[in-house]
């Protein structure tokens, strides 16, 4: 974790302007306190006391640079870090997109592979009909049945992978630079690497219909929930009627077997608008509780009252 203290010397030591020379040596004595062991910085500090102007724009070039980082949190250690993830994983990204030899007789001298690794092509472009190269993390066999979202997304890693080989490259040339001079492009590469990744998983484990399944999923439940709420508006009020016939005096069994039949009925359309979770209108859970229906919609419905209403 970074030290803001240190984070505001080193600020406040660049926001000073004319630089001076008796800023070299606090300068110097900051760079070693952000890295101990840099020979260089220790020698500075020998150099900020005898010919202090003559370090002096290092001092500021050096502080700049760790400033960067800093400003985004993080410590020289975790940039280390970033460098040793980061450039690995985009190694192995380039190392998926690279063509492969899948005929070991023929001649491939020559052969022009750059396709392959940007947009998935089969074919070398060489002579030899033979050849042919593949992606180990490719096109999908059935890319044009994809929706065109889904086809997008491998248009834009092909620009990417590009982006992130030359990155890689150029980085790869700076390899004896220490990490924190390298932490602009490693940041950009970190961005670029996660992108690529993330709409490589998308693109790679989409299955063919499932918006569509989805789709259809919620407007069948739409679509059962406006059943039932009609069938309950239909059939209310003669639930009414059947209620108060099994209740007179002169109830007869078939009274009762008619009510609780309807009863049962009605229940199942509500068990429906429960478990969706649909709302009951105040007014309408009264005239429905007063029927002999439950309409327990709370967080504190038990087990017992929903295996009772569902019965």
């Known amino acids: 974790m970074t030290d803001p203290k240190v984070t505001k010397e ?15 040596l606090p300068g110097a004595l900051l760079l ?20 202090p102007m003559a370090i002096l724009a290092k ?27 980061v450039v690995p994983e985009a190694e192995h990204i380039l190392s998926e997109g690279e063509p492969e030899k ?43 049945q994809l929706p065109d979202s889904i086809k997008q997304l491998w248009v834009e890693n092909g620009e990417t992978y590009k982006k992130i080989k030359a990155l890689f490259e150029e980085l790869k040339s700076m390899e ?10 490693l940041q950009i590469l970190a961005s670029l690497d996660a992108g690529y990744l993330k709409k490589m998983e998308t693109y790679d484990n989409y299955v063919i219909g499932s918006d569509a399944a989805q789709d259809t999923t919620e407007a069948e439940a739409t679509k059962k929930i406006g059943s039932a709420r009609s069938y309950l508006s239909k059939n209310i ?18 009274d009762k077997e008619a009510y609780a039949a ?11 608008l429960i478990s969706a979770s649909a709302p009951i209108t105040d007014e309408l859970k009264a005239k429905y509780e007063n029927l002999g ?19």
């Open 10 to 24: 080193i600020q406040d030591w660049l926001l000073k302007d004319p630089k001076t020379n008796d800023m070299a």
């Open 32 to 51: 070693q306190r952000l890295n101990p062991r840099n020979m260089a910085y220790r020698r500075w500090l020998s150099v900020a006391n005898t010919r």
């Open 59 to 85: 001092i500021e070039y050096e502080l700049k640079k760790h400033l960067r980082y800093r400003l985004d949190g993080l410590t020289l250690e975790e940039v280390r870090r970033l460098d040793q993830k």
């Open 102 to 144: 899948v005929s070991a007789t023929v001649n491939t001298e020559g052969a022009d592979s750059s396709s392959a690794e940007t947009d998935g092509s089969s074919n070398a472009g060489g002579s030899d009909d033979q050849y042919e190269t593949v992606k180990k993390l490719g096109k999908r066999e059935d890319h044009d």
């Open 176 to 185: 004896n630079l220490p990490s924190c001079d390298r932490y602009e492009k």
């Open 237 to 254: 009020e003669k639930l009414a009627e059947l209620k108060s016939a099994s209740e007179a005096e002169t109830a007869t069994d078939a």
């Open 262 to 272: 309807l009863l049962d009925k009605l229940q199942q359309r509500i068990d429906i």
């Open 293 to 311: 229906l439950k309409t327990l919609q709370d967080e504190n419905t038990d087990d017992s009252d929903s295996s009772e209403a569902a019965e």
